[in-house]
């Protein structure tokens, strides 16, 4: 790999795309933080509707400036064919020991899509992976110290939820990056809740995301749904394997009552 980096956080996604729908905002409030974040996609994209592999990486390099990652790659797996196998697995363990990332984001294992099980598969064992010492991997061995699990819609099981009110309209406007995708959208701002002179995408580049939704209302409802939960404007939902410990409950945010 090129320039190699060492982050706090990579995001492992399926898909140019799915990284900054599920957990853009968290990305977003990571680098704001000064902390070095990452996304490597697994599929070019290239087998979607609409748009090809050349239109999904210049859409993935804007968003990445938006975002202010400091790394993104792409591991050229064949896009709706990412199977769940070592060599696979090999792929993405390599990039983990060449970035060295304390949290890593996975998709959850709840899924519609084949290729976004298999990404959440495939990124825990590489993770495991990266770090044994005789694995055919170059660099030394190490593992991430965390990992979590994005919400991508159908999950409940959400383990914590984290506020992005300051963030969500840059979230929007980093989704608005894929036109080929999700249609133009002349000024993103105005997904976040008015309706006055906004343009919808066009009917067919509605239907790529889900049949008769369009993304940016989808993002804003769901979004202000997590948040209300929480007693704040906008929140995306994460969910982790492990307990949590808390060191002092009468610190822990939001009210019970």
Known sequence: MVNAVHLDVLAV???PDDAEITCGGLLIKMAGRGRLTGILDLTEGEMGTHGDENDRASEAAKASEVLGLAFRQNASIPDSAVEYNYENKLKIAQVIRDTRPELVLLPHWMQRHPDHLAASRLGYDACFLAG?????LAGEPFRPRKIIYVSYFRNLDYSFLVDISDE???KIEVVAAYVS???????PAQAVGSS???RDPEPDTRDVFHPGVNIFEFMHTRARQL????G???AEAYTIKEHMLIDDPQKMPVRSI
Not at 132 to 136: A, S
Not at 181 to 187: A, E, I, M, R
Not at 227 to 230: D, E, M, V
Request: proline share 4%.
């Open 232 to 234: 704040v404007r906008y």
């Open 227 to 230: 948040g209300q939960l929480a």
């Open 168 to 170: 969500f309209e840059r």
């Open 13 to 15: 996604a399926a898909h």
């Open 196 to 198: 006055q002179g906004r």
């Open 181 to 187: 995708q999700f249609g133009s959208w002349p000024d």
């Open 132 to 136: 044994l010492q005789k694995v055919r």
